[in-house]
Structure formats: C-alpha cells, structure tokens
C-alpha cells in the first residue's frame, strides 16, 4: 500500500509528488498517457527545435514554476507581451499597452471587485458597444469559449496570469523532464488510465482500465475539469452535491494550436519581431497567432471555441491552408507558405480524452476554490486554484496545496517551502 497514489502526471501531479517526497511518503503516479507533461508537452521537430503543443508562457509576475526553472538551472527569456498588434478593418496596427484596459468601465469593474456589486458576464463590463466586442473577442481567444458561453467579470479582474510571460528554453517539456525525473521515473506508470477510485476499510482502491488495482491512503486526482465531467472516471462514494454544484461553476474552454516552423531567412527579411502577437480580429471567428516565438522561427495560429474542435481532424497540408486563409490580411506575412520547412501541426485538445478541452473558465457569479478534499481523494489541478487559474502556475499551486492537505490528513507535518 502507498500513503498516496497521484493521477496525471502533469504539473499539478509532479508538484504533488515532489511534495509528498519532501515529506517522506511513499507514492505512485497513475498516468493515462504515454508521457507525462498533460496539457503542458512539447514536441522536437526534425529540425531538432522544441515547440509546445499546450501551454508555452509563465505567465504573470511571482509566478511559482520560475524558482523551478531556477533550480534545476533551465534557461528562459521574458516575453514582455508588448509586441501585441491588431488586424482590424483591413489593417494592422500595434495595440497600446493599455488596450484591454479602455474597454473596462472601471468603476463597474471596481465594485465587483469590491463585493459592493455582483459578478457579472465579462461583456457587461464593456465601457461603450464597441469595447463590448473587444471584450467578447477577448473571451473566445483567451478563455476559449463562445456565446452563449461568457466568463465570469470577477475571474477576469482577479486573474493573476497576464499575457506574455517566461518562455522556457527547452519548451515546457524541459521543466516537465527534469520535474519527473526528480519524482522518480519508477515512480510514474505510464498508460495507466484510472477508471474507479473506492473507498474501503482498508484504504483507497484505484483500478485502471489495463486491470491493474492498486491501493493507498489517500488519492490525489489531478485530471481536468472536462475529465472529471465526463464521468469516465467512477467515485465510490460518489462526489457530493456541493463539489457537483461547484463544477457546474465551471466550463472547459476550447483552444487548439497549429504549429508552422519556417525558414529562418524569411521572418529575417520581413524584420518580424520576436514574439509579435496579432489578435485577427476581422475574421469570423477571431483568430490568435503568435510568430517569432521565443525567437524561434515559429508561427503558432490559435484557434478558440467551436472552431478548435472543429480543425481537429485536419490534415498538415490542410492545416497549413487553413492558416494561410487566416493569415492572409497581414501583409508582413504573406507568402510563408512558401517557406515552411516542416509538416503543419495541430493538435486535438478538445478530441483526447484525458483533456477534453484547453483549460476552465469560470462563469458569472460561480467561485473557484483551491483543491477540494471529497473522503480520502483530494481534487486539484489548474481548475482548483484562484489566483492563477487555468494555466501551469495554477496547477503547480493547487498540486501543491492538495498535496499538503492529504498528507496533513495523515498526520505528517508539512515543513514549509518556499
Ligand atoms: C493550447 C493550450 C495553450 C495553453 N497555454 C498556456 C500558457 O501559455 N500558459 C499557461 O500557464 N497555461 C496554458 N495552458 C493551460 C495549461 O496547459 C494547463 O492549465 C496545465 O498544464 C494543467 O496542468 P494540470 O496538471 O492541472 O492538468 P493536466 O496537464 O491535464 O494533467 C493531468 C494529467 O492527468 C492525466 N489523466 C487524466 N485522466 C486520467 C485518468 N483517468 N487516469 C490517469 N491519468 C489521467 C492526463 O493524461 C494528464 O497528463 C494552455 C493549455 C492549452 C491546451
């Protein structure tokens, strides 16, 4: 028997493992996939450069996945988010740093933030109608969902994660590598998908859909929002009406990427600078792309909401047309399909099964909260955290946290961290 057993082996689930090390217990990480890393993989190209399939920024200040990078001594660069321009109305222009900050009616926004007025739907903090647009093209790209869908005002004004961030040198599978390896490889079984987690009398059983059971004293489950819908996994007891009224809070936005590297020489030539991040917004829908990633020579095209699922099931040739459309109107760019040097990527976040969409949104008057303790299992993960909700920050502080509580729930002192 383990004191605690882990599902996923994502941040959140390597965090907690680091934890539970830190504190003597004996543990295992029960992972569906082939890998670890979750919504925050990357993958080498044959060029041998590193992109990221989910996650790519560290985003806001005190982010706590930077002393990690320190410690273990991995390389990153600040992507000030500055270089943010607009393809409105058939033109592009550079957005001033303050151009998310004039859509807000700021005292509106101060009221909610204050308790003296309700959370509402983002959209309604719109200053003026047009601002109303900015703010629900800022809702699809950001937080992934689309109307009727619309977040929650509160999250947006209290969300620590702001664009642009630390860009890892590695990509994330860097810091995941390094992260599992200081778990434990042995530790980490791979193509381990839990289907039951029971309470017994003399612990928790786990069993996985190849057969194998396992037992423990308490579980920490790390799986996304859109896992933990989607019922494949079963709960004995079942979660309670509270933790089910709490998720209801709670929608899994969609977001995918395709990935196109280029020579070099043409970003060069056309002088695009590092991290330009253009928010297309004449299209329908709106589109995101960032190019000259952390100075690589990659074009990442985000796509949001019901048209991220539906490009799953493109092809790289036809992905690459599909940018080419939305990337028509920026004349910078023009012609970078005839400089692509490997296969378009796209990846499937809303079609895996143990994603089952980007990351959570919150919705109008709905609250997040930090891990949940149901029984012997605490729930944690990116959408069980307040201050950097949806995002690698998040999951790293809400794995952290769970794993503090199960471990306390077993009579052991937590030394503190930093
Ligand atoms: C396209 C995209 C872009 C993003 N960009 C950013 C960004 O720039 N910055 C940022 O901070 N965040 C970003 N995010 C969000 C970030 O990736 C996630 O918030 C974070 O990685 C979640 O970590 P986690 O450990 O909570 O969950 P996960 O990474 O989902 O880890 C959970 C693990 O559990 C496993 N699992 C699920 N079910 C089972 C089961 N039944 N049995 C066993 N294992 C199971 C999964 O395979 C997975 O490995 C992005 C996400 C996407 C998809």
Aim: aromatic letters at 6%; charged letters at 20%.
């Amino acid at each position: 028997m383990e004191d605690i057993i882990i599902v996923g082996a994502g941040i959140a689930g390597l965090t907690a493992a680091l934890e539970c090390k830190r504190a003597g217990l004996s543990y295992r990480i029960l992972e569906a996939c082939d890998q670890p890393g979750g919504r925050a993989r990357s993958r080498s190209l044959s060029s041998g450069r590193v992109i990221d399939l989910g996650a790519h920024w560290l985003h806001g200040e005190g982010n706590p996945l930077q002393a990690e990078l320190d410690r273990y001594g991995i390389g990153y660069r600040r992507d000030t988010g500055e270089a943010i321009y607009i393809q409105e109305n058939g033109e592009l222009r550079q957005a001033g740093d303050d151009w998310l900050d004039t859509a807000i009616d700021h005292d509106r926004a101060d009221a909610i933030k204050s308790g003296q007025a309700p959370d509402c739907a983002l959209t309604e903090l719109a200053a003026n109608p047009e601002a109303h647009r900015m703010l629900a093209d800022f809702a699809l790209l950001w937080d992934g969902v689309d109307p009727p869908v619309v977040p929650s005002a509160l999250e947006f004004l209290s969300d620590e994660n702001t664009p642009g961030g630390l860009e890892i040198e590695g990509g994330m599978g860097a810091l995941i590598g390094r992260m599992a390896e200081e778990a434990g490889l042995a530790r980490i079984h791979l193509r381990t998908s839990v289907s039951r987690v029971a309470e017994a009398d003399d612990g928790v059983r786990i069993q996985a859909m190849d057969g194998s059971q396992w037992l423990a004293r308490r579980v920490l489950f790390t799986g996304s929002l859109g896992v933990l819908k989607s019922n494949m996994v079963t709960f004995q007891p079942p979660l309670s009406g509270d933790f089910h009224e709490h998720l209801a809070g709670l929608v899994m936005g969609r977001v995918n990427k395709i990935v196109i590297e280029c020579d070099p020489a043409f970003l060069a030539a056309r002088e695009i600078p590092v991290d330009m991040a253009i928010e297309l917004l004449d299209g329908d829908p709106p589109h995101f792309c960032h190019v000259h990633s952390g100075g690589e020579p990659v074009i990442q095209l985000y796509v949001a909401g019901r048209q991220a699922e539906r490009i799953e099931g493109m092809t790289p040739a036809e992905a690459l047309d599909y940018a080419v459309g939305v990337l028509r109107p920026v004349a910078a760019l023009r012609g970078f399909d005839m400089h692509v040097v490997s296969p378009a990527i796209v990846t499937r976040w809303v079609a895996n099964p143990y994603s089952r969409g980007a990351y959570s949104c919150c919705l109008p008057g709905a609250k997040r909260s930090g891990p949940r303790m149901e029984g012997a299992v605490v729930f944690c993960g990116d959408t069980f955290d307040t201050r950097f909700p949806a995002s690698v920050a998040g999951a790293c502080l809400s794995g952290r946290a769970g794993a503090r509580m199960a471990i306390e729930a077993l009579g052991v002192k937590v030394a503190e961290v930093a």
